[in-house]
């Protein structure tokens, strides 16, 4: 058995330091992990992943001013893609981009992906309660979409008051993504943008579970027929970190294409005891016969990441 990983994160020192400076110690509700690219290799020859794609987690390196954004954004970009160049073998890389400012964050996205051979980007799913697919969003998703990129959708903190005692990564992240899955779809992004590829993680937080519901919800603000806009809920890629469980599996083979559905483990912010737990769930999932089971290991990611094949 092999896999890619699609869903693993990186912490620069650099980076944590940074956050730490400005008092971001647990961001979504979990302590800043330890993590070194020797920790990332033994992590993944436990759990037979020959590949991992990394990207920065929330909060990014928007902390509310552009051009420290900025800054950090190439800072670890250039990281990342030192890394690969030194284990191009074991890792790739989505940029990170500093929205909310378009203009930066598409000048940022071209240089990672012509310069630093990126293998696509990570957005989060809200920048400041502004939600993936608002027309500010325009010309980065246009651009995107000229060069058919890979997109990867990661859940922030809502804007909203976390409940007393549930830490946001719990579930106010899976509503995180379910907002950001129906505001592209809301604002038509996957007919608009038909080559950019989005990958929702933690399999689309609540959208395969709810997705009926948010169709029927979408007919009147869109004009679309109900299936319509299914088709373009389910037009996203989907990834499994933290959703191996038996309950959580079912609604995602049913939901989406089953060519769509990639591996993730979310380590670090995932700790190993964890990425044990739902790694072991998924391949004991009874519902998925061996090719299924391939598919999402090793047999869906290579159209994606050629090079990582």
Not at 6 to 26: E, M
Not at 269 to 298: K, S
């Amino acid at each position: 058995m092999s896999r890619i990983d699609v869903h693993q994160h990186l912490l620069p020192p650099a980076y944590t330091r940074w956050l730490r400076s400005k008092g971001v110690h647990a961001p979504g509700g979990r302590e800043l992990p330890r993590w070194t690219p020797q920790q990332a290799v033994a992590l993944m020859d436990s759990y037979a992943v020959d590949t991992a794609v990394l990207s920065l987690s929330t909060p990014g390196t928007w902390l509310g001013d552009g051009a420290e954004a900025a800054a950090m954004a190439r800072q670890v970009n250039e990281f990342g893609a030192e890394l690969v160049k030194d284990r191009p073998d074991r890792f790739g890389y989505f940029a990170t981009v500093p929205l909310p400012d378009p203009d930066t964050a598409l000048n940022e996205a071209a240089h990672a992906l012509d310069e630093l051979a990126a293998d696509g980007v990570v957005l989060l799913a809200n920048t400041d309660g502004v939600y993936l697919g608002h027309p500010d969003h325009d010309p980065l998703l246009a651009e995107l979409d000229r060069r058919s990129a890979v997109v990867f959708v990661h859940p922030s903190e809502l804007p909203a008051p976390p409940v007393p005692g549930l830490p946001p990564f719990a579930a106010d992240f899976l509503l995180d993504t379910t907002r950001a899955a129906a505001s592209l779809v809301l604002h038509g992004v996957p007919r608009r943008y038909p080559n950019l590829r989005i990958i929702l993680s933690h399999a689309g937080g609540f959208l395969p579970y709810a997705a009926h519901r948010i169709a029927a919800a979408l007919i009147a603000e869109t004009g679309r027929g109900h299936e319509e806009i299914l088709e373009d809920l389910r037009s996203s890629w989907f990834d499994t970190a933290l959703s191996g469980s038996p309950t959580a599996l079912p609604s995602l083979p049913a939901f989406a294409r089953p060519e769509r559905v990639l591996f993730g483990s979310d380590w670090p912010f995932a700790p190993e005891l964890a990425v044990a737990h739902f790694t072991g769930e998924l391949d004991r999932y009874p519902g998925l016969d061996a090719a299924g089971h391939d598919a999402i290991d090793r047999d869906n990611p290579p159209p994606l990441f050629p090079r990582h094949t």
